[in-house]
T-cell receptor
């Protein structure tokens, strides 16, 4: 079965420092991976996706993610964190088994950026 | 272009009642998916519709049902509400089925008393 894991419930980082939010995956076949962000009382906003191609994927708001097949990881990164980046981040994998948009989400990581 | 809209945004019901939630996808999008978000279970897939057909269903009891109309708008219904149904219900729309990103609405916060 497809799954993703986010090992950290919370990540704390100072404004201006680089940030990393970790995600590992377990899939059969080639993974289709996504990152979403959720601000309080809001829905999820798409940040970026990996389908195929370059292992470094660039997304919205200066975020990028690195796909690492050997380590089965898809960590989210940003070179310089902003206080406004504080939010809940979800890693997701698209389910297999035919044409579907079904996403399987990780448990989420709360990012707190201190000024 | 308007985003995904969900109505109502907040809802309070009592146990045993039923509820209907509505989702209007982005114009031109034909795929709609529903997710339930709770602190304990996280984000869980409910169902997926494309061109009025349910393509996929999550592991939820039969009290949870949905449908999609010819204009791609979708509704989900929960009958005989239980306390555990309290959650944020999110709708997501996509152009089609496959590798397209999904765009989420703000959600409907359902509280069951």
């Amino acid at each position: 079965a497809q799954s993703v894991a986010q090992p950290e419930d919370q990540v704390n980082v100072a404004e201006g420092n680089p940030l990393t939010v970790k995600c590992t995956y377990s899939v059969s076949g080639n993974p289709y991976l996504f990152w979403y962000v959720q601000y309080p009382n809001r829905g999820l906003q798409f940040l970026l996706k990996y389908i195929t191609g370059d292992n470094l994927v660039k997304g919205s708001y200066g975020f990028e993610a690195e796909f690492n097949k050997s380590q089965t990881s898809f960590h989210l990164k940003k070179p310089s964190a902003l206080v406004s980046d504080s939010a809940l981040y979800f890693c997701a994998v698209r389910d297999r088994g035919g044409a579907t948009n079904k996403l399987i989400f990780g448990t989420g990581t709360l990012l707190a950026v201190q000024p | 272009k308007a985003g995904v809209t969900q109505t109502p945004r907040y809802l309070i019901k009592t146990r045993g009642q039923q509820v209907t939630l509505s989702c209007s996808p982005i114009s031109g999008h034909r795929s709609v998916s529903w997710y339930q978000q709770t602190p304990g279970q996280g984000l869980q897939f409910l169902f997926e519709y494309f061109s009025e057909t349910q393509r996929n269903k999550g592991n939820f009891p039969g009290r949870f049902s949905g449908r999609q109309f010819s204009n791609s708008r979708s509704e989900m219904n929960v009958s005989t509400l239980e306390l555990g149904d309290s959650a944020l219900y999110l709708c997501a729309s996509s152009l089609g089925v496959g590798n397209n990103e999904q765009f989420f609405g703000p959600g409907t916060r359902l509280t069951v008393l």
